[in-house]
């Protein structure tokens, strides 16, 4: 314990004795003599450093960051109204998309009513082609029908003759083959009818 005792007033007059060597030799700023000037200095110093801070460097930096906050709101403000014109155009986009599917269909509508209408009256002008057509040939059967007893008597008068003729070598008149043609005849009709 003495030693620790001996060792705290070594240690104090070591401190001591440096702190009163430096106020009398060397450090002026921990002599009372200069404390005045240094305060005045001290107040000059900052009282500057305070002025240039105030009056030139804050508003620079005041400046740029009003700039800065304008800027950005500006931006904001920018973007809001871009925004707007965007979904504006999007809706009109969207408008216009359906007005033209709208017209298309319409027009295709329109398209397929005319071309059905076009098919209709052609099948109709075919179908009244096809009636005519018909017709005439049912005319020209009917006709067919009515004359061919004639034609087929005709035929058979002339075939008859010409058999007559080769059998028996010598010509026949016509007017008995044509009676006997045409009483067969009318007996084959009276007995289909």
Do not use: C, H
């Not at 401190?15 to 003599?33: N, R, V, W």
């Not at 009109?92 to 009256?121: F, G």
């Not at 008859?160 to 009483?183: F, H, P, R, T, Y």
């Amino acid at each position: 314990m003495i030693k620790k005792v001996t060792l705290s007033i070594l240690y104090l007059q070591i401190f001591t004795s440096k702190s009163i060597g430096a106020e009398s030799g060397g450090m002026p700023q921990l002599d009372p003599e200069y404390w005045i000037s240094q305060i005045f200095w001290l107040v000059i110093t900052f009282g500057l450093l305070f002025v240039i801070l105030s009056k030139l460097i804050l508003p620079g930096i005041s400046k740029n960051l009003e700039n800065r906050k304008s800027q950005i709101v500006e931006n904001i403000e920018t973007a809001d109204k871009q925004r707007s014109e965007s979904d504006k155009l999007n809706k009109e986009y969207e408008k216009v998309i359906l007005e033209s599917r709208i017209k298309a269909k319409n027009i295709l509508k329109e398209a397929k009513k005319r071309l059905i209408e076009d098919i209709d009256k052609k099948r109709d002008i075919l179908e009244n082609e096809i009636d005519k057509e018909l017709k005439s040939a049912e005319k020209e059967i009917k006709s067919l029908i009515d004359k061919s007893p004639a034609k087929i008597n005709q035929i058979a008068i002339e075939t008859s003759s010409d058999l007559l003729k080769q059998l028996i070598g010598a010509e026949v008149n016509k007017s008995n083959i044509s009676a006997i043609v045409e009483d067969l005849s009318r007996k084959r009709n009276g007995q289909i009818s």
